[in-house]
């Protein structure tokens, strides 16, 4: 069965850190990967999504930026965290094979907290 | 464009029925639809595809309509563990821009009370 891994699952930073994020997906080959963003009590924001090997997709132009250095791996990076980066970060994975259904699933999440 | 929701949020009592729905300015190729409990992941519920379908999951069931690109959401006989946010995702079709992104609306708050 396929699972979707993000680490770390909490994350306190000061204004001005750089940032890691990573999402690791097991059981699939050649998924689509996907960030999203929620901010507290607001909806889901895209920010990246990859339909391949180092094919990135950037939905917002902010300080944020993704990569793909593997087929099932998704890092979300920031080289100067600002106040505004605080919140929810949701990886998610989608099976596009013709076998499949197109489903979307999320990771578990990190919570950014910006200080 | 993200999709609209409808309403933004619902109070039921326990028994109760509702309705949410979900519009796009754009041609669709899918619709997503996800609960959200506080504080965790948003949970998959279903996915209709282009081809105008209705799905069901046990009390749970949403209908898509190609042509007006909108979907519903039904929940019948509301249960206290229904009570969460409920989000539409939308998938444009191809040729449409943006195939394969999934984009939410801003989410209905759904409350269930005894």
């Known amino acids: 069965s396929q699972t979707i891994h993000q680490w770390p699952a909490t994350l306190v930073q000061p204004v001005g850190s750089p940032l890691s994020l990573e999402c690791t997906v097991e059981?699939?080959?050649?998924?689509?990967l996907y960030w999203y963003r929620q901010a507290a009590g607001r909806g889901l924001q895209l920010l990246f999504y990859?339909?391949?090997?180092?094919?990135i997709s950037s939905e917002v132009p902010q300080n944020l930026s993704a990569s793909r250095p593997q087929d099932r791996q998704f890092i979300l990076s920031s080289k100067k965290l600002l106040l505004s980066d605080s919140g929810f970060y949701l990886c998610a994975w989608r099976p596009m094979s013709q076998l499949s259904s197109y489903e979307q699933y999320f990771g578990p999440g990190t919570r950014l907290t910006v200080t | 464009q993200q999709p609209v929701q409808s309403p933004q949020a619902v109070i039921l009592r326990e028994g109760e029925d509702a309705v949410i729905n979900c519009s796009s300015s754009?041609?669709?190729?899918?619709v997503h639809w996800y609960r959200q409990k506080h504080g965790e992941a948003p949970v998959f519920l279903m996915i209709l595809l282009k081809g105008g379908e209705q799905k069901g999951h046990e009390k749970i069931s949403a209908s898509f309509n190609e042509k007006k690109q909108q979907s519903s959401l039904y929940l019948t006989a509301s249960q206290l563990s229904y009570s969460g946010t409920y989000f539409c995702g939308t998938e444009p079709s191809f040729g449409a821009g943006g195939y394969q992104k999934v984009t939410f609306g801003t989410g209905t708050k759904l409350q269930v009370i005894p």
């Open positions: 990859s339909v391949g090997i180092g094919q």
């Open positions: 059981g699939t080959s050649n998924p689509n």
């Open positions: 754009k041609a669709l190729y899918s």
